[in-house]
T-cell receptor, first 116, second 112 residues
Framework: EADIYQTPRYLVIGTGKKITLECSQT?????MYWYQQDPGMELHLIHY???????EKGDLSSESTVSRIRTEHFPLTLESARPSHTSQYLC???????????????FGPGTRLTVL | DAKTTQPTSMDCAEGRAANLPCNHS???????VYWYRQIHSQGPQYIIH???NNETNEMASLIITEDRKSSTLILPHATLRDTAVYYC?????????????FGSGTQLTVLP
């Protein structure tokens, strides 16, 4: 079993609030990802990180920001939540293998965000 | 990344083999074929991957055609817990460590 955790699992919040979605992994993986998925729709990569102090934007534009101060922690922040941010947010991590390539991604259980 | 074509949905009787096809005719030589699945409301789960040889693990078998333009994921004895959306994802593994691009996948429903 993969050891990757997301909190909270569910969050209902009002418009304009600042929120931080937490993601932690205990596997020592250097690469971490955030995906966004609307109900019944495809997953889209919104952020990723190769390691500490490394963050990149993904394929889907997002108003969220991320940080990577510690290897095991990759929080996602929305400065001012809006109803359009209502979605499921999934965190994942992967390990750089001995051959110089990244192995499979392990996903957390997700945070389902509802902005009223 | 290579484009993929998968059936939108499939049904399978419990206890029977589930064969999920994927076409990836534009796959490049250095791209592996990864399979993930996503059970409703959960995070995706890695199943198996391969380059050109057939692969088997405790979850499934992966059959890749010789020209690598298509592959089939086989769940040998499907159970109700295998009901999920299955994604076929060609992706490179080296260099910039390409990201996974999830398409719409195949909704597999295992029927009792």
């Amino acid at each position: 079993e993969a050891d990757i955790y997301q909190t909270p699992r569910y969050l209902v919040i009002g418009t304009g609030k600042k929120i931080t979605l937490e993601c932690s992994q205990t596997m020592g993986h250097d690469k971490m990802y955030w995906y966004q998925q609307d109900p019944g729709m495809e997953l889209h990569l919104i952020h990723y990180s190769y390691g500490v102090n490394s963050t990149e934007k993904g394929d889907l534009s997002s108003e969220s920001t991320v940080s990577r101060i510690r290897t095991e922690h990759f929080p996602l922040t929305l400065e001012s939540a809006r109803p359009s941010h209502t979605s499921q947010y999934l965190c994942a991590s992967s390990e750089l293998g001995p051959g110089g390539y990244y192995n499979e991604q392990f996903f957390g259980p997700g945070t389902r965000l509802t902005v009223l | 990344d290579a484009k993929t074509t998968q059936p939108t949905s499939m049904d399978c009787a419990e206890g029977r083999a589930a064969n999920l096809p994927c076409n990836h005719s534009t796959i490049s030589g250095n791209e592996y074929v990864y399979w993930y699945r996503q059970i409703h409301s959960q995070g995706p789960q890695y199943i198996i991957h391969g380059l050109k040889n057939n692969e088997t693990n405790e979850m499934a078998s992966l059959i890749i055609t010789e020209d690598r333009k298509s592959s089939t994921l086989i769940l040998p004895h499907a159970t109700l817990r295998d009901t999920a959306v299955y994604y076929c994802i060609p992706t490179g593994r080296t260099g910039s460590a390409r990201q996974l691009t999830f398409g719409s996948g195949t909704q597999l429903t295992v029927l009792p």
